[in-house]
């Protein structure tokens, strides 16, 4: 797979002197979901603004299918839709007419069969003739979707498609994200919601304080970055922790018929084979064994965490 | 240059303006009647006639240039304010178009509705008074580029402006002073020799004579000083967008 989308070096300063951006590099592979996560105001939106033409960098260059965003901006932006996380919408338009309007801006002939499959696959189909303004919140997200879509783009941009927005509405969002998935384009989306990368990305990218962290294939990062945990279940409950596994730090449940043993995937030694032949020496009769991982949510806090 | 980004722009703005249509033609209607009924029938017929045309029919060209002014100001200034206030001129910015295909379609639209406006009056007019037209094709050229001379200055103030009393600002209180002061519904020689050369300053004065003379076939100034004045203004107006559109000024960040 090549990168159709490749930011490089760049760079975002404000007026003010704030630096929004600092030196972002990141390759986007065609035909994957990339998940942007981070904190508010770490510089996810202006990332995705710089991209798509709306904000101007300071310093470096982005190319969309092999077109500088700067030098060839008519075939770099033609190439991609965007999501906004605003509901930006004309509130005294018809569905069908606003979407026409997106389509047209983008220079495409008219083609009101494509859009009416459009707006049948984001469930908008009867609402088309509808004003904006009469639509819920949900809708009009959808609305905006159907917009980003109308001209046939290659790359999509969600920012933040889901804020606000039901736990139904969502789960239909990802269905729709999958389909787009399916029909070859490519999606990156910013997201504050960790189960919403967890769920449908191929890779996340960790964002915070205008630097990218970390851009890492989902399954490699969790199995990489991940703690895991060892529960070992007991035939008979024990009052303490044998002095003997002192070098394990175990914890023992309060009901002592179950202990946890903690520890790094990434590590050249897990340990599980001693601890467990150290456990059969202390004497203690094994019922279970489980392991846990730890989510997106616990490696991305800890990513965070380290670079405040 | 995408013909088709201009055209969904110009026909997306004039939707607005055809749901609104029976204000946006009654209104003016409705004025220009008045204007009639105030100053043509009432004090009109107290004044005599002004270079040999009658009074009523003397400031229809007045008022049509007072109309079409204020309107392709402020549709012009209020199609572009209005993405902004809403936020959907992100669509603008991350369309594959430039700053050009933006101005052609929002100032294009503007000026049509204004020049609309003005056929409307001109209309009417013919129901009240009567005139002849001296030189018909050089006032539709008059008239089209008053249309979009300020349907320019309109945009440029639609972008300016930061919230809906700056955008009523300069139309308010720049340009229906300068048009009624402008010999609007008089001839500018009607005035004190010192307010005469006061008056010259008033860059509407040229715009109202030029058209004018389209009608009667006289002016206050020399027609080439009013078509200077027109092309200068239009000039002037292009090179503020242009340099709006190099720096990005208050669109993109």
């Given at each position: 797979m090549s990168a159709i989308v490749s930011v490089q070096n760049l760079r975002k300063a404000y007026a003010g002197g704030f630096e929004a951006l600092k030196s972002v590099n990141l390759d986007i592979e065609e035909g994957e979901i990339l998940a942007l996560l981070g904190p508010n105001g770490a510089g996810k939106t202006t990332l995705i603004s710089t991209i798509c033409g709306i904000t101007v960098p300071t310093s470096g260059t982005v190319t969309v299918g092999g077109h500088?965003?700067?030098?060839a901006f008519r075939a770099a932006r033609a190439l991609i839709g965007l999501v906004p996380q605003e509901i930006n919408l004309e509130p005294f338009e018809t569905v069908m007419n606003t979407v026409r309007f997106s389509r047209g801006l983008f220079?495409?002939?008219?083609?009101d069969a494509y859009l009416e499959d459009i707006l049948k696959q984001l469930s908008l189909y009867d609402k088309k003739d509808n004003k904006v303004m009469t639509l819920s919140g949900g809708m009009k997200r959808r609305v905006l979707i159907a917009k980003a879509l109308s001209h046939e783009p290659r790359v999509l941009f969600l920012?933040?498609?889901?804020?606000?927005?039901?736990v139904e509405l969502r789960k239909d969002m990802w269905e729709v994200v999958a389909d787009l998935k399916a029909s070859g384009v490519t999606i990156i989306l910013t997201t504050h919601y960790i189960e919403e990368a967890e769920a449908i990305a191929d890779r996340v990218g960790v964002i915070n304080k205008g630097e990218i962290l970390l851009v890492q294939d989902k399954a490699d990062l969790m199995s990489q970055m991940g703690r895991k945990q060892l529960k070992i279940e007991l035939a008979a409950p024990v009052d303490?922790?044998?002095?003997?596994?002192?070098?394990?730090h175990l914890t023992r449940a309060e009901d002592g018929l179950s202990l946890l043993y903690h520890y790094d995937t990434k590590g050249e030694r897990t340990g599980i084979t001693t601890l467990l032949a150290d456990l059969q020496k202390a004497g203690l009769q094994m019922k279970d064994l489980q392991t846990q991982q730890s989510s997106l949510e616990d490696i991305f806090v800890g990513l965070v965490k380290e670079t405040t | 240059m995408s013909l088709n980004a201009i055209w969904t722009i110009y026909v997306f703005e004039m939707r607005r303006f055809f749901r609104t249509i029976t204000q946006s033609f009654i209104s003016p209607v409705l004025s220009t009647a008045l204007y009639f009924v105030v100053f043509g029938a009432a004090i009109g017929s107290r004044i005599d006639e002004v270079e040999g045309v009658s009074y009523g029919a003397f400031i229809v060209p007045g008022l049509i240039m007072l109309s079409v002014m204020t309107q392709a100001t402020t549709n012009a200034s209020f199609g572009i304010y209005f993405p902004k206030f809403i936020g959907t001129i992100y669509e603008l910015l991350s369309a594959p178009i430039s700053f050009l295909e933006v101005v052609a379609g929002y100032v294009g639209a503007a000026a049509t509705k204004a020049l609309f406006i003005g056929v409307v009056i001109l209309v009417t007019s013919f129901f009240f008074v009567e005139i002849q037209i001296a030189h018909p094709l050089a006032m539709i050229a008059f008239l089209i580029l008053t249309c979009v001379s300020f349907a320019l200055l309109g945009f440029i103030i639609g972008i300016w402006a930061g919230n809906f009393e700056q955008l009523q600002l300069i139309p308010l209180l720049v340009i229906t002073p300068l048009v009624f002061l402008g010999g609007s519904f008089y001839s500018i020689t009607m005035l004190p020799p010192v307010w005469q050369t006061i008056t010259l300053f008033n860059p509407v004065v040229y715009l109202i004579s030029g058209f004018r003379w389209s009608f009667f076939g006289q002016a206050d100034v020399g027609i080439g000083a009013s078509l200077f004045a027109i092309a200068l203004f239009t000039a002037i107006c292009l090179m503020v967008i242009w340099w709006i559109f190099r720096t990005g000024w208050r669109i993109r960040q």
């Open positions: 500088d965003t700067q030098k220079g495409k002939p008219r083609n920012d933040e498609p889901t804020a606000g927005v039901d303490q922790v044998p002095a003997a596994l002192a070098d394990y | -």
